[in-house]
């Protein structure tokens, strides 16, 4: 039994930290996605750096690991929803924090490279929950197209999935183990995006969307008048 707990555990967080991102953006361009943008391998650096369709392959392949470990925890431990859960977290955790992208910072410290997981976290709530991507992926298009920020998107993805999961825990619909999920993964993007909550708090956080659109317009705008 424990061998078989530490092989879904370990192999969970190898096949999310598996860096899908930064290999496409290889594929396409030939360089490294972590000298662009955020310096992150998910989907919205990888469509920075190579364009919309190496994030759409980026997005359905991290989507791809969450649910990929949820089969194999059931297949292994077909009784365990805690198992099934631990491996989807541990899925996000390793697209957040690769070991296959380890190098030393400016001040000598080890540290792991990723994404920011939500992509992870999306695919994880599907093996959790199929159902739930009818009432996400709108609710999550409405967020990245009109707030207009990719890391608020990514949140709300884990927020969303927690809120379903207490709904359904609370109908006797869905098990109360899967609102570990939720808080778990909210609170890791959370974690891993403190720097993007710091600059939209000072209002210097990159746009996307709609709010995008509307900016660039806007300093189309300017930039004509100014050179009039």
């Known amino acids: 039994m424990a ?31 972590r000298t662009v943008g955020s310096g992150r391998v998910g989907t919205t650096n990888t469509v920075r750096a190579a364009g919309p369709l190496a994030g759409i392959f980026t997005a ?29 977290v541990l899925a996000v955790v390793g697209q957040i924090f690769s070991i296959f992208l380890v190098e030393r910072g400016e001040n000598g410290r080890i540290r792991l490279r990723g994404g920011a997981g939500g992509a992870t976290t999306f695919g994880g709530v599907i093996a959790l929950w199929p159902v739930a991507v009818l009432i996400i992926l709108p609710l999550v298009l409405v967020v990245y197209l009109g ?23 609370l109908q006797g619909t869905g098990p109360w183990e899967y609102l ?15 720097p993007n909550l710091e600059r939209l708090k000072n209002g210097t956080e990159r746009a996307v969307g709609l709010r995008a659109f509307l900016q660039n317009r806007a300093e189309r705008a300017l930039h004509s008048d100014q050179t009039k």
Request: no cysteine.
């Open 180 to 194: 570990f999920y939720g808080a778990a993964t909210l609170f890791i993007v959370l974690y891993t995006l403190r």
């Open 147 to 169: 707030i207009g920020y990719a890391s608020l998107t990514t949140i709300s993805i884990a927020f969303f999935s927690l809120v379903i999961f207490f709904f359904n825990a």
């Open 60 to 88: 359905i392949l991290d989507a791809s690991k969450g649910i990929a470990v949820a089969a194999i925890a059931h297949a292994m431990m077909p009784a365990s929803i805690w198992m099934k859960v631990l491996a989807v």
């Open 3 to 33: 061998t078989k707990i530490l092989f879904v555990l370990v192999i969970s967080y190898l096949i999310g930290a598996i860096p899908v991102g930064y290999l496409i953006v290889r594929i396409f361009k030939g360089i490294d996605v």
